[in-house]
């Protein structure tokens, strides 16, 4: 089911909160498209220096200092993979996707509001909000299921690594198992992994411009 709506300040400024817009045609669609595909090649060109290439992907990873909480950043994961990789049978066009923008903010080290923007395999950009992460791991991890809370700066330490890889193993299956068939659902409902306009695609693309980014 959709996550709960969070407050203002848990988002970016272009988003006031959750919503699902509706009516985006499909001449809207190709234009966000195109606006979109332009903002992940500049955006690695920018950055060039820091774009990891593994695994047939470009990826770049940086972060904003956010305004008036000195605790809190935005961290922005960026990947495009290369044209040519045959599509998996068992994805729809919204699951296969080609390029991503991830936004999640991060306080006290700890990771709060996370969504993405995504290509799918049919050119359509859609939006996944995935909630809180920090309040639903807790939980998850209170009733003795999910992945293993760790802070980041854990990570930095060889048992805090470890625990988060020896972890990873064990919750793969529980990701394909449910988290996929969950979004799908909720797509197919309207509720999420929906496609986004021209406006906000405007707005995630002044956003990711300004200065103030560096890799992470």
């Given at each position: 089911m959709p996550h709960e709506t969070s407050p203002s300040d848990e988002l970016p400024p272009f988003m006031a909160s959750h919503n699902v817009q509706?009516?985006?045609?499909?001449?809207?669609?190709?234009?966000?498209?195109?606006?979109?595909?332009?903002?992940?090649?500049?955006?690695?060109?920018?950055?060039?220096?820091?774009?990891?290439?593994?695994?047939?992907?470009?990826?770049?990873?940086?972060?904003?200092?956010?305004?008036?909480?000195?605790?809190?950043?935005?961290?922005?994961?960026?990947?495009?993979?290369?044209?040519?990789?045959?599509?998996?049978?068992?994805?729809?066009?919204?699951?296969e996707v080609t390029a991503e923008i991830g936004i999640q903010k991060v306080v006290g080290m700890l990771g709060r509001e996370d969504f993405t923007y995504r290509r799918g395999s049919d050119g359509v950009i859609r939006r996944v909000d995935h909630g809180d992460q920090f309040a639903m791991k807790s939980k998850d991890s209170a009733q003795g299921r999910g992945i293993l809370l760790v802070n980041r700066l854990e990570l930095f330490t060889k048992e805090g690594t470890q625990a988060v890889l020896d972890d990873i193993d064990s919750n793969l299956a529980n990701i394909e198992s449910n988290s996929r068939p969950n979004l799908r659902l909720e797509r197919e409902m309207g509720l999420n992994d929906q496609p986004i306009g021209i406006t906000e695609m405007e707005k995630l693309d002044e956003f990711m411009r300004q200065s103030g980014f560096e890799a992470g």
């Open positions: 509706t009516g985006v045609d499909d001449a809207e669609k190709g234009a966000v498209g195109a606006k979109f595909d332009s903002l992940v090649s500049d955006t690695l060109l920018n950055y060039v220096a820091p774009v990891r290439h593994l695994h047939g992907k470009d990826k770049l990873s940086l972060r904003r200092p956010i305004e008036g909480q000195p605790d809190a950043f935005w961290e922005v994961s960026i990947w495009t993979k290369a044209a040519g990789e045959a599509p998996r049978d068992n994805l729809e066009s919204a699951e």
